[in-house]
Every structure is written in structure tokens, then in C-alpha cells.
């Protein structure tokens, strides 16, 4: 006869199932809407918000199996498919929000499928990084400012790469449709050095609140993910310098950003990869 413990453990995951199933699908139809009104070139509006709701509704379906995953009796889960679902939650939701009253919605276009992707890679492969829920405040913050950082950095990111391909298009004079329904470039830079800005000084705020709880760099195999940390933070720093005095912009300002996320990446993900994964830490 199977154990209570086993019933209740498969009725939780089928439970899930049904709410990750819904959510997957509303994230990629909202994705794919999306898209299908940037090919239009539809500029309006009122034309996104109906596709901003079905993320909204798909991002609180997330968020409830987020809740069950992440808050466990001994702590926080923080495993490496848990904090990869959380990051690309945290990012649709701050996506679906700003594109209310900013330009962003187009971003949407590959984040809200990549959320449906990191969620249905939670529900496949558990992991398990618990942070004790004894921790001291000092840990908290500094895992909520870098979670926050981060998203939007990735945001930063994802603006990048829209920049790039409508500068790319501009100056090959064969702007298409859905190059016309873009915000204008100025429009399109601005938002994108206002993201940089915030994140770096949530970032800036992140590595300060780390030097208050680390005690052994190296015995707790954060040395790799510090180096990064601190080599995205000058890389932005520079970026932020340079547009102030030297008004950096197009193709230099988008350079810059992607190497600044690739170092976050690999600080991030790549380093809890390498350690929880690779080497089973």
C-alpha cells in the first residue's frame, strides 16, 4: 500500500500540473499575439492590453506554484530550475506592468514564452538549495536586490537587442513593418539607459549588502559568481560614465550592455549551474 506521504506527494504534483498547463498556454499565446501585432505594425495603445492581461493572468498562475516550490518548511528553496523560474516571473511580471504606461510590451515577445519554458523546467527537475529560514536580514536583502538587479538587467538586455535590429534596419534604409511600429530610436535609447540606471544602483546596492554576510569567500564557493558580479558592475558603470560624458548611444551603448549582462549571466545562473548541477554542491 502506498504511503500516505507518497498520495499526498502525487496529488500536490498533479495539482501543479494542472495549474502549470493553463499558464504555459496563456504565456505563449500571449507571446505569439504579441508578436503577430508587431508584424502588423499596430501601434495602438489599447490594441495590448487585452495581451498584457493574458500574461498577467498566466504570471499569477506562476506565482502560485512559485509560493508552493520556493517557501518550504525549513526555508527557501533556491534551487537552480526554482531561482530560474522565479528570475523569468520576476522579469515577465516587471515586463507586463511597465508596457501599461512604457513602450515595452515587444520584449514580451520572447520573455512571456521563456517564463512558460522555466516553469515547465521547475515542475520536470525539482532541485533543491534551501536558505534557511533562520537566515539573517543582511541574506534576505541581499537575495532580493540581486533577484531585482538582475530582472531588469535582463530587461535591459532584451531592449538591447530590439535597439540593435532597428538601428540595423535604419541604416540599411529598408525599414519593415514591424521596424515602423517600434517607438522612435531617442524613445527606444532613453528607455534603455533608465533601465541600466536603476539596475546598477540596485546592483551597486547588492554587492554592498553581500560584504555584510559573507564570511569565507572561498569556503563558500562564491568567489566565481563575486567576480562576475563585480565585472558586470564596471562594465555598466563605465556605460553610465560614458553616455553622461560622452553621450555613448547606439551600437557602443548596445555593446556594452549585452557584455554587462553576459557577465551578470554567468555570476548568476552560470556559477549556481556549475555548482548545484555540475558539481553537485
Same mark, same amino acid.
Given at each position: 500500500?502506498?504511503?500516505?506521504?507518497?498520495?499526498?506527494?502525487?496529488?500536490?504534483?498533479?495539482?501543479?500540473?494542472?495549474?502549470?498547463?493553463?499558464?504555459?498556454?496563456?504565456?505563449?499565446?500571449?507571446?505569439?499575439?504579441?508578436?503577430?501585432?508587431?508584424?502588423?505594425?499596430?501601434?495602438?495603445?489599447?490594441?495590448?492590453?487585452?495581451?498584457?492581461?493574458?500574461?498577467?493572468?498566466?504570471?499569477?498562475?506562476?506565482?502560485?506554484?512559485?509560493?508552493?516550490?520556493?517557501?518550504?518548511?525549513?526555508?527557501?528553496?533556491?534551487?537552480?530550475?526554482?531561482? &530560474? #523560474? /522565479? $528570475? =523569468?516571473?520576476?522579469?515577465?511580471?516587471?515586463? @507586463? %506592468? *511597465?508596457?501599461?504606461?512604457?513602450?515595452?510590451?515587444?520584449?514580451?515577445?520572447?520573455?512571456?514564452?521563456?517564463?512558460?519554458?522555466?516553469?515547465?523546467?521547475?515542475?520536470?527537475?525539482?532541485?533543491?538549495?534551501?536558505?534557511?529560514?533562520?537566515?539573517?536580514?543582511?541574506?534576505?536583502?541581499?537575495?532580493?536586490?540581486?533577484?531585482?538587479?538582475?530582472?531588469?538587467?535582463?530587461?535591459?538586455?532584451?531592449?538591447?537587442?530590439?535597439?540593435?535590429?532597428?538601428?540595423?534596419?535604419?541604416?540599411?534604409?529598408?525599414?519593415?513593418?514591424?521596424?515602423?511600429?517600434?517607438?522612435?530610436?531617442?524613445?527606444?535609447?532613453?528607455?534603455?539607459?533608465?533601465?541600466?540606471?536603476?539596475?546598477?544602483?540596485?546592483?551597486? &546596492? #547588492? /554587492? $554592498? =549588502?553581500?560584504?555584510?554576510?559573507?564570511?569565507? @569567500? %572561498? *569556503?563558500?564557493?562564491?568567489?566565481?559568481?563575486?567576480?562576475?558580479?563585480?565585472?558586470?558592475?564596471?562594465?555598466?558603470?563605465?556605460?553610465?560614465?560614458?553616455?553622461?560624458?560622452?553621450?555613448?548611444?547606439?551600437?557602443?551603448?548596445?555593446?556594452?550592455?549585452?557584455?554587462?549582462?553576459?557577465?551578470?549571466?554567468?555570476?548568476?545562473?552560470?556559477?549556481?549551474?556549475?555548482?548545484?548541477?555540475?558539481?553537485?554542491?
Amino acid at each position: 500500500m502506498p504511503s500516505f506521504a507518497l498520495l499526498r506527494d502525487i496529488h500536490q504534483s498533479m495539482t501543479t500540473l494542472y495549474i502549470a498547463i493553463p499558464a504555459l498556454i496563456l504565456y505563449f499565446v500571449a507571446g505569439f499575439k504579441l508578436g503577430l501585432r508587431l508584424s502588423k505594425g499596430t501601434q495602438s495603445p489599447g490594441a495590448k492590453r487585452p495581451l498584457l492581461a493574458l500574461g498577467l493572468v498566466a504570471a499569477a498562475l506562476h506565482a502560485a506554484i512559485l509560493y508552493q516550490n520556493l517557501f518550504v518548511v525549513n526555508g527557501l528553496n533556491l534551487g537552480f530550475f526554482n531561482t &530560474l #523560474s /522565479l $528570475l =523569468s516571473w520576476l522579469i515577465a511580471v516587471l515586463v @507586463l %506592468f *511597465a508596457a501599461l504606461t512604457k513602450p515595452l510590451e515587444n520584449i514580451g515577445i520572447a520573455v512571456l514564452p521563456l517564463a512558460g519554458i522555466a516553469l515547465m523546467l521547475e515542475q520536470t527537475f525539482p532541485s533543491a538549495h534551501v536558505v534557511s529560514g533562520e537566515a539573517d536580514i543582511a541574506l534576505r536583502l541581499h537575495i532580493a536586490i540581486s533577484i531585482f538587479a538582475y530582472s531588469l538587467f535582463s530587461i535591459a538586455a532584451g531592449q538591447a537587442i530590439l535597439l540593435a535590429v532597428q538601428d540595423r534596419h535604419l541604416h540599411s534604409k529598408r525599414p519593415g513593418g514591424f521596424i515602423r511600429a517600434l517607438p522612435p530610436l531617442e524613445t527606444m535609447e532613453s528607455l534603455l539607459f533608465q533601465l541600466i540606471a536603476i539596475g546598477f544602483i540596485l546592483q551597486s &546596492l #547588492s /554587492l $554592498l =549588502s553581500g560584504m555584510l554576510y559573507l564570511e569565507d @569567500l %572561498f *569556503a563558500q564557493h562564491l568567489v566565481h559568481k563575486t567576480v562576475f558580479s563585480i565585472i558586470a558592475w564596471v562594465i555598466f558603470a563605465i556605460l553610465l560614465l560614458g553616455r553622461w560624458r560622452s553621450g555613448w548611444r547606439g551600437r557602443v551603448a548596445i555593446r556594452w550592455t549585452l557584455g554587462g549582462f553576459t557577465a551578470l549571466l554567468l555570476a548568476y545562473l552560470g556559477s549556481k549551474w556549475v555548482l548545484e548541477i555540475v558539481l553537485n554542491r
